[in-house]
């Protein structure tokens, strides 16, 4: 499985080691609030709104390097704007390693 | 060329401000997290570009274009590539930038902004109805298999949410399967007015207007520039 690394961040970066912190520090702080909200709304069977979440979570999935993943939510994002759920624990289990990914940042 | 930022992730306003700061001639002037605040700000300044997040909460990136009354350039950024043909209608939009932004493709953006000169789009004309006489005093709506009445004088606003609307009234709010373009052709003119795609308030109901804004009960509405010549020749202006 494809696993989340630091290279569009180190990429934006490009040796500016301040930036690099700062943004690290901001996805810690967002990312675990925004899949909290996409699990709640999952849980509440709220899928159009589940789908949004989604929509912000791509945007982290692609700043952690994640290519398929990125590619994963898009589809998932649309499922879910028709009330499907196939794809749920193929993007919670991408959710998972970006979790414990940005804790041992 | 001076700038603001609207997103309503930090990551993402993080993201750009830093991309601005590796562009020579590009200064942030602000970074806001909604709309509304950017709204406010922009009735006081000047600005050259915007960098305009498509998907925001209350306001998507195009509602928040219709309320401006001279738009300055706008590069979109999002993670949605399906806006792209929608985005290339507004003529003050020169790029639109999937996320997550790379520096190449982001400088691309400031070099067209730089050089795209922004005509003002043409206003569509508004679509409510000519005329109306008020014969009706209620409107019967289909929720959970029951046909539910609500007066018209209690209603207060109208919000487009996708494939519903929800009717938000004094005592209670509804959510109805329909459209505004079907509701609107059930309202009467002399109270109801769609002052923005999203939203008809109800006419009476308005505490007061703030250049592209109005507050009806607790809500800031925004005003589209193609509504609002229609909506100041109903006021009774002093």
Redesign the interface.
């Known amino acids: 499985m494809e696993q989340p690394n630091l290279s569009?961040i180190n990429?934006?970066?490009?040796g500016?080691e301040v930036?690099k912190h700062?943004?690290i520090t901001?996805?810690k702080?967002?990312l675990p609030d925004e899949i909290e909200i996409y699990h709640s709304n999952m849980n509440s069977s709220a899928f159009?709104k589940a789908a949004?979440n989604v929509?912000?979570l791509?945007?982290?999935l692609?700043?952690l390097g994640l290519v398929a993943g990125y590619e994963t939510a898009i589809a998932y994002e649309e499922e879910l704007k028709l009330g499907k759920s196939s794809l749920k624990t193929e993007f919670e289990s991408i959710l998972v390693a970006c979790n414990h990914f940005i804790n041992d940042l | 060329m001076n700038c603001i930022i609207i997103d309503d992730?930090?990551?993402?306003r993080?993201?750009v401000a830093?991309?601005c700061s590796q562009v020579d001639n590009l200064d942030v002037i602000e970074e806001f997290p909604n709309a509304i605040s950017a709204m406010k700000f922009l009735n006081r300044n000047d600005i050259d570009l915007i960098f305009l997040d498509l998907?925001m909460?209350d306001f998507s990136g195009f509602d928040f274009i219709e309320t401006l009354k001279n738009p300055p350039k706008i590069v979109l950024t999002t993670?949605?590539k399906n806006f792209a043909i929608e985005a290339f209608g507004y003529d003050c939009i020169v790029d639109y930038l999937l996320?997550?932004i790379?520096?190449t493709r982001f400088l691309k953006s400031v070099q067209k902004a730089q050089k795209e000169k922004v005509t003002p789009p043409v206003a569509p004309a508004p679509i409510l109805k000519e005329t109306t006489t008020l014969v009706e005093k209620e409107l019967y709506v289909n929720i959970d298999r029951r046909l539910v009445k609500i007066l018209f004088e209690d209603i207060y606003l109208i919000e487009a949410k996708?494939d519903y609307i929800l009717i938000k009234t004094e005592k209670k709010n509804y959510t109805v399967h329909s459209t505004l373009k079907k509701i609107v052709e059930k309202l009467p003119d002399a109270l109801f007015l769609k002052v923005h795609r999203s939203y008809i308030i109800n006419f009476k109901k308005i505490i007061d207007i703030e250049d592209n804004s109005v507050l009806i009960a607790k809500n800031v509405i925004p005003i589209s520039r193609s509504n609002r010549p229609e909506l100041m020749r109903r006021l009774n202006l002093l």
């Open positions: 569009y990429d934006l970066a490009a500016d930036f700062k943004l901001v996805v702080n967002e159009a949004q929509h912000k791509k945007h982290k692609g700043i | 992730e930090a990551a993402a993080t993201i830093h991309l998907h909460p993670s949605d996320k997550p790379t520096f996708g």
